[in-house]
């Protein structure tokens, strides 16, 4: 499998958690058949972060990040942290946080200065245990054991449990079959099976959604959580059909992928912005979702590549002022 074909993965699930995140918004103004609507497009993004953990295991696996050599791999995985660090606070500033020591360090460690945070602090813990997990994770019984593990942190979420999104449990399996793909041509069993996986999981999330939301429990969260096995199903689905389709990147989606972890970070506060914009005009809410979709990936696009602009010039100032020391 060539790697450039993962560019369209990790590029399109940087637009799955902007579109998630949008569609979040209308779902709770809108009703009717607008709400149906929202309701399928936040499902259908749902592979956005499974999708990126699936990858980083794929990744950190078939570049053969880890050799043995733990001092070397920590140093080169935790670059990740000094920019999350930075973030976090300036989340906790954004949303006026009490500046408690518990609310400091709960946006520390869980992830908890902003609603997205929590994927950082989950991708850390992956690192840090991927030395354990990568030989593990390469046997039909290894996943195994991490598709239960998976399972059974989504049952306690689903019971109601506190157990929620930042708990890594219920990410494990993505992670693990990212390991378990990268090894022994275990890729082409999910290749094989692309447009069924997709139609079976495009059916099974979209079915469940529907019905916790309009059938049985009328329930917003438990209609659009990622906590459910539907969504395995349909990750794994989108993942192998497009692995499959598209061997070559797609321009738009390479641009995305280069820039994915800024966007991220940023652009909860482009959609911040935009809604304070919006707020007392005559938009429709489809105008409305259209225009913060757009302002959302653009602003947030120029922002990262602005931002990656600036730091690549301060790490040449310091290269050469130490140059000439």
Not at 174 to 195: D, E, P, R, T
């Amino acid at each position: 499998m060539n790697r450039k074909a993962w560019v369209n993965v990790r590029g399109a699930a940087v637009l799955g958690v902007v579109l998630i995140h949008i569609t979040g918004l209308f779902l709770r103004q809108d009703s009717g058949f607008g709400d149906s609507f929202y309701l399928v497009l936040n499902q259908l993004s749902r592979f956005a972060v499974p999708m990126f953990f699936i990858a980083s295991g794929y990744g950190l696996t078939i570049s053969r990040s880890y050799t043995g050599d733990l001092g070397t791999y920590l140093k080169k995985r935790m670059k990740i942290v000094p920019a999350y660090l930075m973030w976090t606070f300036v989340y906790l500033i954004v949303h006026h946080t009490d500046w408690s020591l518990k609310s400091i360090m709960g946006g520390i460690f869980l992830g908890n200065s902003s609603y997205h945070m929590y994927f950082i602090t989950v991708l850390i813990f992956f690192y840090l245990i991927y030395p354990i997990l990568h030989n593990f994770c390469t046997t039909y019984i290894g996943i195994t054991i991490m598709l239960l593990i998976t399972l059974a942190g989504q049952a306690f979420f689903l019971s109601g449990s506190t157990f929620g999104k930042p708990y890594f449990w219920n990410w494990l399996f993505y992670f693990g079959v990212g390991i378990f793909m990268a090894y022994a041509n275990h890729l082409n069993l999910f290749l094989k099976c692309s447009k069924s996986l997709l139609l079976l999981g495009s059916i099974a999330i979209l079915g469940t959604s529907f019905y916790f939301k309009y059938v049985k429990f009328n329930n917003l969260s438990l209609s659009t959580t990622s906590m459910r096995p539907a969504v395995m199903l349909y990750t794994l689905g989108v993942v192998a059909f497009m692995l499959n389709r598209y061997s070559k990147p797609f321009k738009v989606f390479s641009v995305f992928d280069a820039n994915s972890l800024n966007i991220y970070y940023v652009h909860p506060i482009m959609l911040m912005i935009i809604q304070k914009l919006l707020q007392g005009t005559n938009t429709t809410n489809f105008e409305s979702f259209l225009i913060m979709l757009a302002f959302v990936l653009i602003v947030s696009l120029l922002f990262s590549m602005s931002y990656r602009w600036v730091g690549t010039k301060i790490r040449l100032l310091f290269r050469r002022v130490g140059n000439t020391l």
